[in-house]
């Protein structure tokens, strides 16, 4: 089965400074994907960016950019410029092909002014 | 507005109370999902569907059962609601891709909150 560990519960930041939340996974799978999920207080699941296992280069939206380390198993999201509406708890999900979003435990991410 | 539709959003039960969780969605999604969210867990999978008249279970389906009668609803229900259920439950669905898998990730509803007394 594979896991994922979000092992900072809660980070705060200051708005326009950068901040790093840290994923792992476990897998012996080769090929599946990578996820961060953003859910602010409205509680909608918003998908924030995703990382095909098979590429090599990281992913990047906007503000918003990965650093995926494979062979680590390391999955961390960037986020530059910190806005006051990146307040939110931010998930990190693995999916191999043929089976369900697994999730981490959540990282409460609070911007502060 | 396209998506995932849940009803109802808040409710409180009593304990052995039983209910059910509606899920519609309008973009001729194949799969759907049910997961509930716990503080500190993340969210887990209870039951999914990968097609009309299909269901399967995931990692917590004790307590629940499910249906997919139509392809855009999925039921869960709850026979006798215990205050281990009180959770955020959220629906999804998602597209297979050319592989077979979702791997252009999952649309979520928004959510219904259960608080079971």
């Known amino acids: 089965a594979q896991t994922v560990t979000q092992s900072q519960p809660e980070m705060s930041v200051q708005e326009a400074e950068t901040v790093t939340l840290s994923c792992t996974y476990d897998?012996?799978?080769?090929?599946?994907?990578l996820f961060w999920y953003k859910q602010p207080p409205s509680r909608q699941m918003i998908l924030v960016i995703r990382?095909?296992?098979?590429?090599?280069q990281n992913a990047t939206e906007n503000r918003f950019s990965v650093n995926f380390q494979k062979a680590a198993k390391s999955f961390s999201l960037k986020i530059s410029d910190s806005q006051l509406g990146d307040t939110a708890m931010y998930f990190c999900?693995?999916?191999?092909?043929?089976?369900?979003?697994?999730f981490g435990e959540g990282t409460q991410l609070t911007v502060n002014p | 507005n396209a998506g995932v539709t849940q009803t109802p959003k808040f409710r409180v039960l009593k304990t052995g109370q039983s209910m059910t969780l509606l899920c519609a969605q309008d973009?001729?999604?194949?799969?759907m999902y049910w997961y509930r969210q716990d503080p500190g867990m993340g969210l887990r999978l209870i039951h999914y569907s990968v097609g009309e008249g299909t269901t399967a279970k995931g990692e917590v389906p004790d307590g629940y059962n499910v249906s997919r009668l139509k392809k855009q609803n999925f039921l869960l229900g709850l026979e006798s609601a215990a205050p281990s259920q009180t959770s955020v439950y959220f629906c999804?669905?998602?597209?297979?891709?050319?592989?077979?898998?979702?791997?252009?990730?999952?649309?979520f509803g928004s959510g219904t909150r259960l608080t079971v007394v």
């Open positions: 973009m001729n999604h194949e799969y």
């Open positions: 999900a693995f999916l191999r092909s043929g089976s369900r979003l697994t």
């Open positions: 990382q095909e296992a098979y590429k090599q």
């Open positions: 999804a669905s998602s597209s297979p891709t050319l592989t077979g898998g979702a791997e252009d990730g999952y649309t």
């Open positions: 897998t012996s799978e080769n090929n599946y994907y």
